[in-house]
């Protein structure tokens, strides 16, 4: 069994960025340096820096998600970004999709032992839950895939005019250059790259940010749509 490292104190920055719920935060830690590392789901290497460079790297997304929205964190793994956004704002309705059982046995452990109520969890593959998840505002990623195959399983999931928030590391204007035209077919109208996290996270967390218009996806998606549509529809009837 692979023998977990010490985890660290927390860093001052950690009591002000999750405030009254940083008990949460550190219980998180924990589960994440105890069982997250004996189940596979971080590398023991990652232990003495999980708060800057797994929580707090994440909670600073919060920072530019709108408040009160709807978020499905794609791939959401251990629960990054997914739980460390959650503690920060209570006002966010989150989705963890995983496709994992292992991993959405950990987070469903998780989110009941932290009682984050705002918070589901999904088995599944976005491409797997397109048409019988209820699109979402803003769609989460880290570390998951290249932008443009990325977009691909994240674009379709959101709402018209809805964004996805994708955590990269230094190459991600790089990306976000080579997948301008697959970003393009999937209905995207606008890119940026972003950097936050001042004061908080050094380097800064880099959030590459896309936009859809009216069909997000793209034509190809707003077909399986309609078809996923019509199909629960038909099984409602019955």
Not at 14 to 22: D, K, M, N, P, T
Not at 32 to 40: S, T, W
Not at 203 to 217: A, H, I, N, Q
């Amino acid at each position: 069994m692979t023998e977990a490292a010490e985890l660290p104190q927390a860093p001052a920055e950690a009591r002000e960025v999750f405030g009254e719920l940083f008990p949460e935060a550190v219980r998180y830690a924990e589960l994440l340096a105890d069982a997250g590392v004996k189940r596979g789901l971080i590398g023991p290497r990652e232990v003495p820096r999980l708060w800057e460079r797994h929580l707090l790297n994440c909670a600073v997304l919060s920072e530019v998600v709108p408040e009160g929205v709807t978020v499905c964190d794609v791939g959401s793994g251990a629960g990054l970004p997914g739980i460390p956004l959650a503690l920060v704002r209570p006002d966010l309705k989150i989705t963890l999709l995983e496709p994992l059982l292992r991993r959405t046995n950990f987070l469903q452990e998780v989110v009941e032992l932290l009682g984050l109520d705002h918070v589901t969890v999904v088995r599944g593959r976005a491409e797997e839950v397109l048409g019988t998840l209820q699109p979402v505002q803003v769609v989460t990623a880290r570390a998951v895939a290249p932008l443009d195959r990325l977009a691909g399983w994240g674009v379709p999931l959101l709402k018209p005019y809805g964004e996805m928030l994708a955590l990269k590391g230094d190459t991600a204007e790089e990306e976000l250059a080579g997948a301008r035209a697959a970003l393009s077919k999937l209905g995207v109208v606008e890119t940026e790259v972003l950097h936050v996290g001042e004061g908080v996270v050094d380097p800064l967390s880099t959030v590459v940010r896309v936009v859809v218009g009216e069909s997000p996806g793209g034509v190809r998606f707003a077909a399986k749509r309609a078809k996923a549509a019509r199909t629960g529809r038909t099984r409602r009837r019955r």
